[in-house]
């Protein structure tokens, strides 16, 4: 009962185990479904307080990567790695070798890039033994295209639930200016938004408070801000019954990943009258980018792609308002219609 009763599978379909004495490299690496090309999602480094916690960290993610693959229109399935170590004090040039042959090893079954704990520099050093591999960083960072399709996303949201052109005298609540958060911040701030941020990090929220004529607030502050829309870009799950009972705002919009603390958080969203941008459908311009990197497709046809997501979006709140669900139970149907055979 220990592996397949207790860990998070859903029908994936290899999960491969790397231990590599000389490099001391301890991996995973899980290939959810590849029905709609090679499994594609980043590697991640992280000191896991248990290898059980880092087998269920992989197992979800990867198959988070096949969902948002999906919606994206990629011909991509899904996957993700993990490197069980210290990011800051354990990495290694011959860490990321042996990851990379070990990806040899898949035949290109799954492509790796850059992710949490992980670096260009680091996905370069997978590259001297693999070409399966994404977003070497020659042509930088996929944050911006990231950053877009939230701004996208967040104009659908506004026509669909507020009925309106325009994020022109809005407030949106922005948690998290980091790689994406800033770059969303500024593109709100050009369509004349208004922005009440947070963040650990007092240098960015001054640069905000200069730039962007940014209000600040404490980090805890963040979710009761009478603002229109609230855009976390900063830790996941921070969507629960106390976040959303505080919540003043109307529209869910950021980049985030797996915002939502459980399941039933998107219908509780729902039944407060609160549009959801699903995640993994408004945060793909980064996948988006680093996929067509990889497959070698113009970087020039990039930001057309990552526009679709406000097309894609629009579907999925219409869809939801018809059949009064969630959105985020529609963004699963529209991509398990894609990857499920
Ligand atoms: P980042 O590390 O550059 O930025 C995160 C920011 O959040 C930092 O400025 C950090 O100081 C801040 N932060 C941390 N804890 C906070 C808290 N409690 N309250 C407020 N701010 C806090 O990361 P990023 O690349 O900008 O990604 C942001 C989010 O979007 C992450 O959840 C990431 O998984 C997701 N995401 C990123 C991309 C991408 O292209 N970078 C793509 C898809 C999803």
């Not at 790397?18 to 992280?46: Q, Y």
């Not at 650990?200 to 502050?221: G, K």
């Not at 915002?259 to 699903?278: C, F, H, S």
């Amino acid at each position: 009962a220990f592996i397949f009763n207790e860990l998070n599978f859903d029908n994936h379909e290899q999960v491969v185990f790397v231990s590599e004495a000389k490099s001391g490299l301890k991996g995973i690496i899980a290939i959810h479904n590849t029905t709609l090309g090679p499994a594609m999602g980043g590697c991640r480094m992280w000191d896991y307080a248990s290898e059980a916690l880092a087998v269920n960290d992989v197992l979800r993610l990867s198959r988070g990567m096949t969902y948002k693959n999906a919606v994206a229109g990629l011909p991509i399935g899904g996957g993700k790695s993990v490197i069980i170590g210290n990011p800051k004090t354990d990495k290694t040039p011959a860490l990321f070798e042996a990851l990379g042959e070990a990806l040899e090893r898949l035949g290109g079954r799954y492509v790796t890039a850059e992710d949490v704990g992980t670096s260009p520099q680091d996905m370069a050093h997978v590259a001297t033994k693999t070409r399966y591999v994404a977003g070497l960083g020659d042509n930088g960072d996929p944050s911006p295209y990231t950053a877009l399709g939230c701004f996208v996303g967040a104009q659908a949201a506004v026509k669909h639930h507020l009925g309106r052109d325009s994020l022109e005298g809005l407030t949106v609540a922005v948690q998290g200016l980091g790689h994406v958060g800033y770059d969303y911040a500024r593109r709100l701030h050009a369509a004349g938004a208004k922005l009440v941020v947070a963040d650990i990090e007092t240098q960015a929220l001054e640069r905000a408070r200069h730039e962007l004529a940014a209000t600040v607030v404490d980090v805890d502050a963040i979710y009761d801000v009478q603002a229109d829309i609230y855009a976390p870009c900063a830790l996941g799950a921070t969507l629960n019954a106390n976040t959303i009972a505080r919540l003043k705002a109307r529209i869910v919009a950021g980049a985030a990943n797996n915002q939502l603390a459980t399941a039933d958080v998107g219908e509780m969203l729902r039944q407060k009258g609160v549009l959801y941008a699903p995640d993994f459908v408004i945060n793909a311009g980064g996948i988006i980018k680093v996929c067509y990197e990889y497959l070698g497709k113009p970087e020039s046809d990039v930001e057309a792609h990552v526009r679709e997501i406000g097309d894609t979006l629009a579907e999925v709140f219409a869809r939801a308002g018809r059949e009064a669900v969630s959105t985020s139970v529609v963004a699963d149907q529209v991509a398990q219609a894609r990857f499920k055979r």
